[in-house]
């Protein structure tokens, strides 16, 4: 048996970020002082790596909690990569928090981005709609909605859209201007833009050449270039091996997407958080097993689970 464990998996590079300020926080906490950083929300979708920053004295609280505090004067509140709406820094900082603010520049400019084109749709000769292809409740798409009163429409796929369509929601003859949560599958927000244009094409009676001259439909390219990529680069991954063995938490929506990539091309795909749901049965003495994982999957982790599927044989 070989195992290889996939470079390309890992935390991407906001949720480093975010990590690696968290812990330069706790680190410098002066002797004698309690050590600890609130975190709204979990840090990473992770629970091995929360449990690891839970040690250092990471505390997640959630907007539940932030209701109920009085005062938090002195302590510090760490939004994450996720990012957050305004109402959510004016509530901290009514609470007296010191906020770390850890958002992700990628989502810090999809968040501008969005404000940008409400204010076209509203406040210009362009009445139209934001739409955001994402999952609904995820929290950088609350951060979204946050950016713009909530007043955008949220697809989750093709048949959301369809239906939204269908009963009046989405208005075809309006001119459109349509975002991705930054971590979804290229792929699919390909298809759904381009099925968007055919319908709102058929729509207005233009040929899509004509149609496109018109920028009736603006299509934004908001999906992370290291997400994107690495979708490319799983697909090869998964491919190559026998078997693979696909780790991250079961709350990642970016854990998902990947996982369901891995699974359509190669059938013996096994989503797994932890070592400890490793089976000895999944695995054959002339396998070639590959170890990969979410961008919210801590490299240490994968090479934990890589070790312990070695010492199966």
Same mark, same amino acid.
């Given at each position: 048996m070989t195992?290889?464990v996939?470079?390309?998996?890992?935390?991407c590079?906001g949720?480093?970020?975010?990590?690696?300020?968290?812990?330069?926080?706790?680190?410098?906490?002066?002797?004698?002082?309690?050590?600890?950083?609130?975190?709204?929300?979990?840090?990473?979708?992770?629970e091995?790596?929360?449990?690891?920053?839970?040690q250092?004295?990471l505390?997640?609280?959630?907007?539940?909690?932030?209701e109920?505090?009085?005062?938090?004067?002195?302590?510090?509140?760490?939004?994450?990569?996720h990012?957050?709406?305004?109402?959510?820094?004016?509530?901290?900082?009514s609470?007296?928090?010191?906020?770390?603010?850890c958002?992700?520049?990628?989502?810090l400019k999809?968040?501008q981005?969005i404000?940008?084109?409400?204010?076209?749709m509203?406040?210009g000769?362009?009445?139209g /709609?934001?739409?955001?292809?994402?999952?609904?409740?995820h !929290?950088?798409v609350?951060?979204?909605?946050g950016?713009?009163?909530?007043?955008?429409?949220? #697809?989750?796929d093709?048949k959301?859209?369809?239906?939204?369509i269908?009963?009046?929601?989405?208005?075809l003859?309006? !001119?459109?201007?349509?975002f &991705?949560q930054t971590?979804k599958? !290229?792929?699919?927000?390909?298809?759904?833009?381009?099925?968007?244009?055919?319908?709102?094409?058929?729509?207005?009676?233009m !040929?899509?050449?004509q149609?496109?001259?018109?920028?009736?439909l603006?299509?934004?390219?908001?999906?992370c270039?290291?997400?994107?990529?690495r979708?490319?680069?799983?697909?090869?991954?998964a491919l190559?091996?026998?078997i #693979? #063995?696909?780790?991250?938490?079961?709350?990642?929506s970016?854990?998902?997407?990947?996982?369901?990539?891995?699974?359509?091309?190669?059938?013996?795909?096994y989503?797994?958080?932890?070592?400890?749901?490793?089976k000895k049965?999944?695995?054959r003495r002339?396998?070639n097993?590959g170890v990969?994982?979410?961008? &919210?999957?801590?490299?240490?982790?994968?090479? /934990?689970i890589?070790?312990?599927?070695?010492?199966?044989?």
């Open positions: 195992v290889e996939d470079k390309n998996s890992g935390f590079a949720v480093i970020r975010a990590i690696e300020k968290a812990e330069d926080y706790l680190d410098h906490i002066e002797d004698g002082q309690e050590k600890r950083l609130y975190s709204l929300g979990a840090i990473v979708h992770n091995s790596e929360l449990s690891r920053l839970g250092k004295g505390v997640t609280v959630d907007k539940e909690d932030l109920e505090m009085q005062d938090a004067s002195g302590e510090s509140l760490l939004i994450r990569a990012g957050e709406p305004p109402a959510t820094y004016s509530k901290a900082e609470l007296g928090f010191k906020i770390i603010d958002t992700c520049p990628v989502v999809l968040q981005d404000r940008q084109a409400y204010g076209r509203h406040d000769p362009r009445k /709609q934001v739409i955001i292809f994402g999952k609904i409740g !929290p950088e609350m951060g979204l909605l950016q713009v009163g909530g007043d955008a429409i949220v #697809i989750e093709m959301m859209l369809s239906d939204l269908a009963d009046g929601t989405i208005c003859h309006n !001119p459109v201007e349509i &991705s971590t599958s !290229p792929a699919e927000y390909s298809s759904i833009c381009s099925r968007l244009e055919e319908m709102m094409a058929a729509a207005n009676e !040929p899509i050449t149609f496109k001259g018109r920028r009736l603006v299509v934004h390219n908001t999906i270039s290291q997400v994107a990529t979708h490319a680069k799983l697909s090869r991954f190559d091996h026998d #693979i #063995i696909f780790v991250s938490g079961k709350a990642s970016n854990g998902k997407v990947l996982c369901d990539l891995c699974k359509s091309l190669n059938i013996r795909t989503h797994i958080s932890s070592e400890s749901e490793l049965e999944w695995f002339e396998d097993v990969c994982g979410a961008t &919210s999957t801590p490299k240490w982790l994968l090479e /934990q890589a070790a312990a599927i070695r010492r199966f044989y």
